[in-house]
Structures are given as structure tokens and as C-alpha cells.
Nanobody, 124 residues
Framework: QVQLVESGGGLVQAGGSLRLSCAAS????????MGWFRQAPGKEREFVAA????????YYADSAKGRFTISRDNAKNTVYLQMNSLKPEDTAVYYC?????????????????WGQGTRLTVSS
């Protein structure tokens, strides 16, 4: 059974940085894409970033480009989201997700496995 456990959320001031972690277990993820999504209160879940586990290709939402970096540690089976220059509009619950096979990595509908989420609050 696939398990994804996020950590690292919290309260940070605007302009600050934070790193989220997603520990994956349950199977070999070499054929998976790993994504970060977020959902702010009253808004739909939106794509933030994704990484192809094998090869390391990365994808970002426009809102994340230049500020966020997604990476993975194969030895630890962990995916990270480094977030810099945080803005109040980044406030949301951030979810890690795993997707097998091809298809768009920026659509939440294609992801079969989800973590429980970690909350980020950016104060102004």
C-alpha cells in the first residue's frame, strides 16, 4: 500500500522560506511522477510542481516558477518542495501526490495516491 506523509508546514512571514517534505513508502516509485498540489480556503485544489521520479524532469505552475524548487532523494524515497520568497497568497494546505504512468502531471485527477496534507500560512 502506498503511503505519502507530508511534513514541514507552518507559519512563516512573507518573503521567508520553507521546505516541505513528502516521505513515500509502499512500493518502488521509479515509474511514478510525484506532485505537489495546494488548496486554499474556498478555492479548488491547484497544481504547484511535479517531478518525474526516474530522470528528474520537473514541472511548475506559473505561480511557482522562480520561487519553488521540487526535488527528490532516491535513497530516502522523499520528495521536497523548497519554497522561497513566500507570499500571503501561498497560504494553503499542501498535498503530496503520486501518479503512475504517462499523462498530464499538472492535473490532480491523474494522481492515485495522496498524503494527508500539511498547512502553510504566510503572514503579511
Amino acid at each position: 500500500q502506498v503511503q505519502l506523509v507530508e511534513s514541514g508546514g507552518g507559519l512563516v512571514q512573507a518573503g521567508g522560506s520553507l521546505r516541505l517534505s513528502c516521505a513515500a513508502s509502499g512500493r518502488t516509485f521509479s515509474s511514478y511522477a510525484m506532485g505537489w498540489f495546494r488548496q486554499a480556503p474556498g478555492k479548488e485544489r491547484e497544481f504547484v510542481a511535479a517531478i518525474i521520479w526516474s530522470g528528474g524532469s520537473t514541472y511548475y505552475a506559473d505561480s511557482a516558477k522562480g520561487r519553488f524548487t521540487i526535488s527528490r532523494d532516491n535513497a530516502k524515497n522523499t520528495v521536497y518542495l523548497q519554497m522561497n520568497s513566500l507570499k500571503p497568497e501561498d497560504t494553503a494546505v499542501y498535498y503530496c501526490a503520486a501518479k503512475r504512468g504517462s499523462g498530464a502531471v499538472n492535473s490532480w485527477a491523474g494522481y492515485a495516491y495522496w498524503g494527508q496534507g500539511t498547512r502553510l500560512t504566510v503572514s503579511s
